[in-house]
């Protein structure tokens, strides 16, 4: 229990908040430009962007255009670029044989971004979704989304991710028992050293759609993911699920999305004190854009603002679109 040490006039709070200085002086939680991860979409083609229409502020990059920008992330003091790549509907299929391509936009874009910046990490996503035609994270049989035959393309995935020199995966897919496989694979073939940030409390959230729209999902999807992602009136349930990830070869974990769902980000580095880290996903961006863009919020003070609560809630870190704008904010 906070206890308040004397009464007032005695002890006046205000006292400590009456300049920068002060402020500054007693501030309980910081923001660096290491906090961030950031988020990069992927598309085919050569020496090209395109604008997301309902991420105002992101593009998509052709792989040539990738590296550069992973170098600029780094030079503002961001540590680690995160890859999600753009497939057109006609390149989906059932199979979703491209997720494990050595040559897929991911591979080498990993590749691209170790030649031009090697310093910098690079995480990438594990799940089908940006493959398969019916738009899910895992294989679709008779109307369900089977968990072990996913599973066991989630592993072909991953090793071919590590192969091409990716030093974070983070699989976002949700299926049972998916890490212990990967942790399994990645140690008999020797990929030790390669980090595993688990997607753990990943809900089935209705704050994804800008993000689908930039893989080229939205159209895809066929049904809900219910069946797999979590519900969001759960949270014990989240509890067991890091301790599970932890337990089968997890080094990191991630609540997701992220504002909505601070009071998880807090109970996670509390019962487990584990490096922690919440996505901001595309619909808390997207709505904090659009209202700065029509002048309802101050845009740069509320992409502070909210960064910042990550921080309070437990986090040691954010994936979130705004990290290169909110580290030139923190830059100066």
Known sequence: MTRIPAPFPANRPRRLRATPALRSMVRENTLTPSDFIWPVFLMEGTDAETPVPSMPGVVRRTVDRVGAAAKDAWDLGIPAICLFPYTAMEHRTEDCAMAWDPDNLTNRAIREIKSACPEIAVMTDIALDPYN???HDGFVENGEIVNDRTVEALVKMALAQAASGADILGPSDMMDGRIAAIRGALESEGYQKVTI??????????????????VGATGALTGDKNTYQM???????????VARDLAEG???VMV??????????RRVKTEFGVPTFAYQVSGEYAMLQA??????LDGKKVMMESLM????AGCDGILTYFAPEAAKVLNG
């Open 309 to 312: 609560c990550f921080k309070r």
């Open 291 to 296: 209202a700065a863009q029509n002048g309802w």
């Open 256 to 265: 997701k999305p992220g504002m909505p769902y601070l009071d998880i980000c």
């Open 231 to 241: 519900d969001p009136a759960n949270s014990d349930e989240a509890m067991r699920l």
């Open 197 to 214: 940030l688990s997607y753990t409390a990943k809900y089935a959230s209705s704050f994804y759609g800008p993000f689908r729209d930039a």
């Open 250 to 252: 997890a080094d990191m």
């Open 133 to 135: 035609i019916n738009g």
